[in-house]
Nanobody, 114 residues
Framework: VQLQASGGGLVQAGGSLRLSCEAS????????MGWYRQAPGKQRELVAI???????TYADSVKGRFTISRDNANNSMFLQMNSLQPEDTAVYYC?????????WGQGTLVTVSS
């Protein structure tokens, strides 16, 4: 499975961005897709995950601001990020796996200016 993330950029606080993740290769058995992020000097952390049936889980820090979605027919996943804050600045990674995360894409940088 290959994952390609895109959509990052520079945005002012309060603004919005939409990240996309395109998956290729055999998606057979892939049940979980998700977004993680890593801020400078910090460990990588979960942002949101979505199962093949549409169940979602969010980090407390992004609940109510971020929305994860998935297009199974096109092997795509999205992250709508609203009300962005400087603390959301990080490299965002898309990930996927059968039961847990087994595949990682390259990151896309999101920078939120104050």
């Amino acid at each position: 499975v290959q994952l390609q993330a895109s959509g990052g950029g520079l945005v002012q606080a309060g603004g919005s961005l939409r990240l996309s993740c395109e998956a290729s290769g055999s998606m057979r058995g892939i049940k979980i897709m998700g977004w993680y992020r890593q801020a400078p000097g910090k460990q990588r952390e979960l942002v949101a995950i979505i199962t093949s049936t549409g169940s979602t889980t969010y980090a407390d820090s992004v609940k109510g601001r971020f929305t994860i979605s998935r297009d199974n027919a096109n092997n795509s996943m999205f992250l709508q990020m609203n009300s962005l804050q400087p603390e959301d600045t990080a490299v965002y990674y898309c990930a996927a796996g059968p039961l847990g995360i087994a595949h990682w894409g390259q990151g896309t940088l999101v920078t939120v200016s104050s």
